[in-house]
């Protein structure tokens, strides 16, 4: 099998140090293979993805030399291929709609309820069946309907990234306390979720290893879980370290201090810049 990786930004803001370390180590990883790498713009998020963006993310990954196959895809370009996704899934029995704000969450989470952690959906609008659904209203995912369904399956993925290397198969109580009923399409715009899109483009684009940053592993469960109930194929993943500012914490896309463009402004060598980042 030909090893197919790609890199997937949110054009919502310049690519920096990590992101470049991460499109970096996916390339070599694909070039060492002989197999392809990808360039995917995870332009979902409408609002802050800006076509700016995109193109110096374009311009900044050609400056430090890395190359990509084929075309680059937009999902912001193909939202109506996430439909049928969602309405297998909704055939399955395993959506329901969402009418609750940020708001509304936080204060259902205010009240003590024992071992939910608090960024997982309380199911204020679990009860709800589909035909109620109003304009507007998210869809979440019924996860424990949806486990119910994997139960005679085994739902696994392999990671060979060094923190988590390893199979790890999905445990359900771990799932049901940690990620809880996600949102799959968002409130409003009926746009799909960064999670299910991301994942259900892994599939189209032929994507064998998933290579990028630990900060997303723990997506990793959710999305395997959503593909295995559409009968998808599970790629490997593969998540590699962060880098971190000098107090640990993770380079964010607001830290412009850190972008590629402000080091070539200032007159680095791509050479230069790949030379701040831990060796790969
Ligand atoms: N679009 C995501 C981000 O920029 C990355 C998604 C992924 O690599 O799976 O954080």
């Given at each position: 099998m030909q090893y197919v990786t790609r890199f997937a930004p949110s054009p919502t803001g310049p690519l920096h140090l990590g992101h470049a370390y991460s499109a970096l180590i996916g390339h070599k990883m694909a070039r060492a293979a002989g197999?392809?790498?990808?360039?995917?713009?995870?332009?979902?998020?409408?609002?802050?993805?800006?076509?700016?963006?995109?193109?110096?993310?374009?311009?900044?990954?050609?400056?430090?030399?890395?190359?990509?196959?084929g075309e680059i895809l937009s999902q912001a370009a193909q939202l109506s291929s996430y439909d049928s996704s969602l309405e297998r899934l909704d055939a399955l029995g395993l959506l329901y709609p969402c009418s609750c704000s940020r708001a509304d969450i936080r204060a259902a989470l205010a009240a003590p309820q024992e071992g939910v952690p608090h960024d997982v959906y309380p199911g204020t609008c679990k009860h709800r069946t589909m035909d109620s659904r109003k304009t507007g209203d998210a869809l979440r995912l019924h996860l424990d309907n949806a486990l119910d369904r994997l139960a005679d399956r085994e739902v696994s993925f392999v990671e060979t990234g060094a923190t988590h290397q390893g199979t790890h198969v999905i445990n359900r109580e771990r799932a049901l306390r940690e990620i809880g009923d996600v949102v799959l399409s968002r409130k409003g715009d009926e746009i799909v979720a960064y999670f299910l899109a991301s994942a259900l483009d892994d599939v189209a684009q032929g994507i064998t290893h998933v290579v990028r940053g630990e900060d997303l592993f723990d997506f990793t469960a959710i999305q395997v879980i959503l593909l295995t109930l559409l009968d998808l194929p599970v790629p490997t993943y593969h998540h590699h370290g962060l880098i971190r500012d000098e107090n640990g914490k993770r380079l964010a896309k607001r830290d412009d201090a850190r972008a590629i463009a402000t080091y070539r402004d200032a007159g680095l060598t791509p050479q230069e810049v790949i030379a701040l980042l831990p060796p790969f």
């Open positions: 197999g392809q790498f990808l360039l995917r713009m995870e332009d979902t998020d409408l609002e802050r993805s800006k076509p700016e963006w995109a193109a110096q993310i374009v311009e900044d990954l050609t400056w430090l030399g890395v190359d990509w196959d």
